[in-house]
């Protein structure tokens, strides 16, 4: 589902969106449309655009990347929406000035996956993964404009989602253990929503600890805590 909103700042934006959906700000993605500063004869405002899955899939989101893939014998593309968006994805790391290969992973009723092939792997992943987010909010913003808001686009390249998870539910029992340990909570990477939820998941049966999430905007902290701590 995509909805525009607007508000005096980003973060009143996006305050807006999360009680109008009815959703946490882990749950979508916002696109900045147009921001405007105050002057002496007009209000400023930012005018952002929400993107987020239907209520069916929120849940699906939660399992693991490794999990809910399952990968496809014919990597070429279905039909137009599937040719149209490789195209896309293809062309703008071009322009970024890196040669590319695209193709189908898997395909799933909610959710498509796209590899990347390229020799420049390490810089599209990028710190922590966020040039490989950066594209694929690129992909599923073009997936909206071409009708699709119904299906998440996930991108990868060198299994770095897959490699990723395996060391965050690494870090998340680390952590749990030096929680434990000392007693104390300990405040783990910025994060984008789906590894603060997978820290979240891995973390949720375990008896004597907790999580949560503190901060602003996109990449938020997950707080690991005793839960005898006061």
């Given at each position: 589902m995509v909805k525009d909103y607007e508000a005096k700042t980003e973060?009143?934006?996006?305050?807006?969106?999360?009680?109008?959906?009815?959703?946490?700000r882990d749950q979508f993605d916002v696109e900045i449309l147009e921001t405007q500063k105050s002057s002496l004869f007009k209000k400023g405002f930012v005018k952002i655009r929400v993107h987020t899955l239907e209520n069916n899939s929120?849940?699906?989101e939660k399992a693991s990347f490794s999990e809910r893939t399952s990968y496809v014998a014919d990597?070429?593309?279905?039909?137009?929406?599937?040719?149209?968006?490789?195209?896309?994805?293809g062309s703008v790391i071009e322009k970024m000035g890196y040669d590319i290969k695209t193709e189908i992973i898997f395909r799933e009723e909610h959710k498509?996956?796209?590899?990347?092939n390229s020799e420049?792997?390490?810089?599209?992943?990028?710190r922590k993964g966020k040039n490989l987010d950066a594209l694929q909010l690129?992909?599923?913003?073009?997936?909206?404009?071409?009708?699709?808001?119904?299906?998440?686009?996930?991108?990868?390249?060198?299994?770095?989602?897959?490699?990723?998870?395996?060391s965050l539910v690494r870090l998340a029992y680390t952590t749990a253990d030096k929680v434990r340990s000392s007693k104390n909570s300990i405040l783990l990477e910025p994060m984008n929503p789906f590894e603060r939820r997978l820290i979240h998941t891995t973390l949720n049966d375990v008896?004597?600890?907790?999580?949560?999430?503190?901060?602003?905007?996109l990449y938020k902290q997950v707080r690991v805590l005793y839960k005898g701590a006061r």
């Open positions: 973060k009143e934006a996006i305050e807006l969106a999360a009680n109008d959906l009815g959703l946490e929120v849940e699906e990597p070429l593309p279905q039909d137009e929406f599937e040719t149209k968006l490789l195209e896309f994805v498509l996956g796209i590899k990347l420049s792997s390490s810089i599209l992943i990028g690129l992909a599923n913003v073009y997936a909206g404009r071409l009708g699709r808001e119904d299906i998440r686009i996930i991108l990868d390249t060198e299994n770095y989602r897959i490699r990723r998870e395996e008896a004597d600890v907790e999580t949560k999430s503190e901060g602003d905007g």
